[in-house]
């Protein structure tokens, strides 16, 4: 089991799915098209944390994995450096490649504040990627590869999303898997999501749609999905009145479309890392 606990809503470093009473799932509200180029302007030289510290996990449970984001702190437990790229860069693991096996199985816990609320809001991505380069001597650069993804795209009939109010607050988040409410989300962060969270493979917006949108989306999991979660999704339903499969609900709830495809998708290419030295 995965816990997450997400504090207000902020910058979303953290977009997992908390299993708890009426949980929040923080998405990301600084993320554009590409991992590389955040939305938001970016500072001459934006800040960084004030204290951090990266060291290995004591007694690692492979079951249980704990992120906090709240207020100006950043915890992480149990992770790998694999799973912070993720949770940075907004990518599915097969987006991360020529990297060490290390990469994958040492696990890490993560304690970062920043000077002020303020700084976490308004830059807490970038400096979480700095934290991250700058801990793991980490070099890399973007690449296209081929590879298995979905694509999402608008369905038959046209998409069945209400559009947000433009003065609502981010209110993006799961009661249990498979029961989902998003508020003024936008597609590339439902994809973010999507990827990061839910299904087995990349996902790539080809929706075209922009703007923010307000939704709700039901399904009934299987096995593969909310698998990078370390969550494993409950055993087929007899019950009639389930909710139908992702895909199925996707494009009767949201009018919306998922596709296997291969084609070329943007990978985080690793050129150097090294363990973090001891704080």
Partial sequence: ???????????????????????????????????????????????EFEAATIKPTKDANPNWKTDRE???????????????????????????????????????????????DKDMQEHGREMFEKLLTDRFKLAFHWEQREMPVYVMTVAKGGPKLTPADANGAYESGCQRPGQCRFRRENMQRFVNWLQFAVVDKPVVNKTGLSGEFDFTLKWTPDESQF???GIHAPPPSDDPNAPPDLYPAMEEQLGLKLEAQKTATQVLAIDHVERPAED
């Avoid at 089991?1 to 908390?18: F, H």
């Avoid at 939305?39 to 934006?46: G, Q, R």
């Avoid at 790998?80 to 290390?102: F, G, K, S």
């Fill in 70 to 116: 709240e207020g100006r702190r950043l915890t992480v437990d149990n992770r790998t450096l694999a799973e912070l790229l993720m949770m940075a860069y907004r990518l599915d693991r097969r987006q991360i490649v020529n990297d060490p096996a290390w990469v994958t199985r040492d696990t890490y816990d993560l304690v970062a504040v920043a000077e002020n």
């Fill in 1 to 47: 089991m995965t816990e997450c606990v997400a504090g207000k809503l902020k910058i979303g470093i953290i977009p997992l799915l908390c299993i708890a009473a009426l949980a929040a799932v923080v998405v990301s509200t600084a993320f554009g098209q590409s991992p590389a180029i955040p939305e938001t302007t970016m500072p001459a030289k934006p800040p």
């Fill in 227 to 229: 698998f990078a979660m």
